[in-house]
């Protein structure tokens, strides 16, 4: 199996020198790539809070593009792990999508180091509520839009960017969230501008 997309150890020990850990939120529109995100960068199987669809949530939890074939969704949120040296730990947690379970995000973001936006292109207008939120919570975050397959060639990322109002500062890339090797190049985007505001700010008079 491709070491990439492999599946994570079933129990990794935290370090016993582990002393500092920083929180990570991943938002996005429903079926967008989150959980799939949180379980392939993650050293320890993911707690999730999925819940199998049932037919209540015809017409309201809708999806589109690959996710349309979904039958589960994440009711609370998606738990995962990365340990980034002896005393640092990085705690993922992935938000639910759905518009009824908006009002957990607010809790979510604090303590909130930075956040990831994931976006699909197919559905993009369900991002801008994230950015708005993010924006609301002065919360650094980056923009990665989880390319589908046949998604590659739909939008450039300058048009994505246009789309979604972003300002040029904000660092929008493009990843698979199915690959550990990208979910973990969007992470590190994530920490390489969180680096360079906390620079910036320093050299603020």
């Not at 309201?60 to 005393?87: C, M, Q, W, Y």
């Not at 919360?139 to 390319?147: E, G, I, L, Q, Y």
């Not at 397959?149 to 698979?176: K, M, W």
């Amino acid at each position: 199996m491709d070491s990439a997309t492999s599946e994570p150890p079933a129990r990794t020990p935290l370090g016993d020198t582990a002393e500092t850990g920083l929180k990570i939120v991943i938002v996005g529109g429903f079926g967008v790539g989150k959980t799939t995100l949180v379980k392939s960068v993650s050293e320890i199987r993911p707690l999730n809070t999925e819940e199998v669809m049932t037919q209540a949530g015809i017409g309201i939890d809708e999806a589109a593009g690959p996710a349309a074939t979904k039958t589960t969704t994440t009711v609370a949120f998606d738990f995962g792990r990365i340990s980034l040296n002896d005393r640092t730990v990085l705690y993922l947690f992935g938000a639910p999508g759905q518009e009824r379970f908006w009002f957990l995000w607010d809790r979510l973001f604090s303590g909130t180091l930075g956040a990831v936006v994931l976006v699909d292109t197919r559905q993009m207008s369900d991002s801008w509520y994230a950015i708005d939120r993010l924006e609301h919570h002065n919360t650094p975050f980056v923009v990665a839009v989880n390319r589908f397959g046949d998604d590659l060639a739909a939008f450039s990322l300058d048009e994505i960017r246009q789309a979604l109002s972003l300002p040029r500062h904000v660092p929008l890339i493009d990843c698979d969230a199915r690959v550990r090797s990208s979910g973990k190049y969007v992470l590190i985007s994530l920490v390489d501008h969180l680096h360079e505001l906390a620079m910036a700010r320093e050299m603020t008079p």
